[in-house]
């Protein structure tokens, strides 16, 4: 059991032995204005009758998800998803699995794990994948920490045109490593980072971008490989909308060395933002450097086949200050929602799906760009996502559109000062041509 100090004496005398003056000194790199300093504002005790009561209330006011067409994109994706992942994942065995300690109990759990492993593989062009992190932003902070760790080097690119919530979690990741980031500026024009204005030094662990990036433009991952491998750094490809490897070519056959994402759009509903699944691929010579667990095919005496754990370099599996992470769990989960989304869609289906979201994308590119006083921000191929820039206030365009139950885009001007007359618009293949036909008309009477 783990013991907690209660009196004031004994939590003063852990402090010193930290050499810490008091608790608030251990929160100093939160910001003043987002410490609470009052007590919670929470209602006096209910009844669970009372409580049920109140949340059917609050339930009664939300937006059904049908009402609106969701337009929206940015990392968390409107996907259609096939009842059988519901179905399968509802299995006992599945939802209430945890760690496959023991392999002799838990073969279909590792099974399907295995399997999700070699999805991912075949998706991404890479050799070896875990299973699995915990959403796309921390599988790329631990992308970095694997390229620092391969090269020992503690230099980072990083192209401003990756999501920008992802780039935060790098900055907190690295704060107190030692490790410096450089920002790569993306092309004005095409919105995509131009290979020939990146500049890697001697001192460069790794480049990384995103593609399809934050806009939806596609990144020219062969030439920017080419520009890392030049200095003997690693390519780091990350990937928001994973539905877009239906179609375009494999990071890994380009010249990526980590390929990273989130998964969601692979069966997982949109759920308020989690639980998402990290993706996370690489060479098979930097294994021993990836975080995570790898769980691998086995033959016993009588050459059955067998599956088993065969690497887990976590801080928990003894290797303690040696551990190349320092996550505790994984999305087994939903890494097993992913696999038999995959396994249902096959090759063809999800290219169906990718072929079908980038169809109906260039369709209302097209047809916005037309609009008086609407344009298209870049001019770089985009996926599924575009950036559109509006002579009307954008607050007022996305207001007026949201009256007629459409969510129409994000605004970029929080992340992208420079762009805060533009919106990022998304469309999959949850959008119906009487959709975009609505979307269009609310733009042609502003």
Do not use: W
Request: hydrophobic share 45%; charged share 20%; glycine share 6%.
């Amino acid at each position: 059991m783990r013991y907690i100090p209660n009196s004031p004496e004994e939590r003063a005398e852990m402090l010193r032995e930290i050499g810490c003056p008091t608790i608030e000194h251990l929160f100093r790199s939160i910001p003043e204005k987002f410490r609470l300093k009052e007590p919670l504002r929470l209602p006096p005790a209910r009844s669970e009758a009372e409580v049920l009561a109140i949340f059917r209330e609050l339930a009664a006011r939300n937006a059904a998800a049908t009402e609106y067409a969701l337009f929206l994109g940015a990392g968390a994706y409107h996907h259609f998803i096939p009842s059988v992942v519901d179905a399968l994942i509802s299995r006992a065995e599945f939802a209430t699995v945890y760690t496959p300690y023991q392999p002799e109990i838990a073969q279909g759990t590792l099974q399907a794990l295995f399997e999700y492993q070699t999805l991912i593989c075949q998706l991404t062009g890479m050799e070896v994948a875990n299973a699995s992190l915990y959403d796309g932003s921390t599988a790329l902070a631990e992308a970095v920490l694997m390229a620092e760790r391969v090269t020992r080097r503690r230099e980072i690119l990083l192209a401003r045109s990756v999501h920008p919530e992802y780039r935060q979690v790098i900055a907190t990741y690295t704060r107190a490593l030692g490790v410096t980031l450089r920002l790569l500026e993306y092309d004005p024009e095409t919105g995509s980072v131009d290979p020939r204005a990146v500049a890697p030094s001697a001192e460069t662990a790794a480049l990384i971008v995103q593609s399809p990036n934050f806009f939806g433009v596609i990144e020219d991952i062969a030439a920017l490989a080419e520009r890392a491998h030049d200095v003997g750094a690693l390519l780091i490809v990350a990937i928001t909308e994973p539905i877009s490897l239906g179609l375009l070519r494999p990071p890994g056959e380009l010249g990526a060395d980590i390929v990273v994402g989130e998964g969601q759009s692979f069966g997982l509903p949109l759920s308020f933002g989690g639980p998402y699944l990290g993706i996370f691929a690489t060479r098979e010579r930097f294994v021993r450097q990836m975080p995570g667990r790898i769980i691998g095919q086995a033959f016993d005496q009588h050459g059955r086949r067998g599956f088993v754990m065969t690497l887990a370099t976590r801080e928990q599996y003894i290797r303690r200050e040696k551990a190349t992470s320092n996550i505790c769990t994984s999305q087994e989960l939903c890494a097993i929602m992913a696999a038999i989304y995959l396994s249902t869609m096959g090759p063809r289906g999800l290219r169906e799906v990718a072929e079908q979201n980038a169809q109906k994308a260039a369709y209302l590119a097209r047809e916005i760009a037309r609009q008086s006083g609407f344009r298209l921000r870049f001019s770089g191929s985009h996926f599924n996502e575009f950036v559109v820039q509006s002579e009307q206030p954008v607050a007022l365009v996305l207001d007026r559109l949201r009256e007629r139950k459409i969510l129409g885009g994000l605004p970029l001007g929080p992340y992208y000062p420079e762009l805060r007359d533009c919106f990022l618009v998304c469309v999959t293949e949850m959008i119906s041509r009487s959709m975009m036909e609505t979307y269009l008309r609310v733009l042609d009477e502003l």
